[in-house]
């Protein structure tokens, strides 16, 4: 069956290291990968996107990976600060143009 | 900035009600899309519309319709409204693009209980 899955677990971080998030996709081609970023009572807001010819993508602190051997994505926040606590949130755009959306995973990044 | 306004952000309604909920966007975007997000199964899409006068059913439309009348406004429907609808409800639009990849800017949500 299909499934897009991100770590289910909330993630506890110290402030000023690296925050490595985690979407891993089972029987989907997707052709791009979206990160979101969700704080709570809001909508989420688009961070970063990556094609799957693209093995990796940055914007200042943040930085995407897409590995379609591994069916992975990784998204890291360097240099992490209390700001970045929020619920991160991956979606593929599968070939027929549908877009899906993982769970979300909880970061809290601990001063 | 591109603005997604939901008309609500808390909705209280009752069993059988019809509920509308409205979405305004004011960046001339093509597509617009209706989700519900619940806590463990994350945000599933109900409808989405390319363009005015059309739509196409998401994931769970049923117990749902959509209107989209004009470009910039697009209007989800609970033709009869049952307790397990109750749910955040968040409006999204983005461009069309060449192969459905834009970004999806997102409203705040409205937060739909039905007793």
């Known amino acids: 069956s299909q499934k897009i899955e991100q770590n289910s677990e909330a993630l506890n971080i110290q402030e000023g290291k690296t925050a490595t998030l985690t979407c891993n996709y089972t029987?989907?081609?997707?052709?791009?990968l979206q990160w979101y970023r969700q704080d709570p009572g809001r909508g989420p807001v688009f961070l970063l996107l990556?094609?799957?010819?693209?093995k990796e993508k940055r914007k200042e602190r943040l930085k995407v990976t897409f590995d379609t051997t591994l069916k992975q994505s990784l998204f890291h926040i360097t240099a992490s600060q209390p700001a970045d606590s929020a619920t991160y949130l991956c979606?593929?755009?599968?070939?027929?143009?549908?877009?899906?959306f993982g769970k979300g995973t909880r970061l809290h990044i601990l001063p | 900035d591109v603005k997604v306004t939901q008309s609500s952000r808390y909705l209280v309604k009752r069993t059988g009600e019809k509920v509308f909920l409205e979405c305004v966007q004011d960046?001339?975007?093509?597509?617009m899309f209706w989700y519900r997000q619940d806590p463990g199964l994350g945000l599933r899409l109900i409808y989405f519309?390319?363009?005015?006068?059309?739509?196409e059913k998401g994931d769970i439309p049923e117990g749902y319709s959509v209107s989209r009348e004009k470009k910039e406004r697009f209007s989800l429907i609970l033709e009869s409204a049952s307790t397990n609808q109750t749910s955040m409800y968040l409006c999204?639009?983005?461009?069309?693009?060449?192969?459905?990849?834009?970004?999806?800017?997102f409203g705040d949500g409205t937060r739909l209980s039905i007793l």
């Open positions: 999204a639009s983005s461009f069309l693009g060449l192969d459905f990849n834009q970004p999806q800017h």
């Open positions: 029987n989907y081609s997707p052709a791009y």
């Open positions: 990556i094609r799957e010819n693209e």
């Open positions: 979606a593929l755009m599968n070939r027929d143009d549908k877009i899906i």
């Open positions: 960046m001339d975007h093509e597509n």
């Open positions: 519309s390319y363009d005015v006068k059309m739509k």
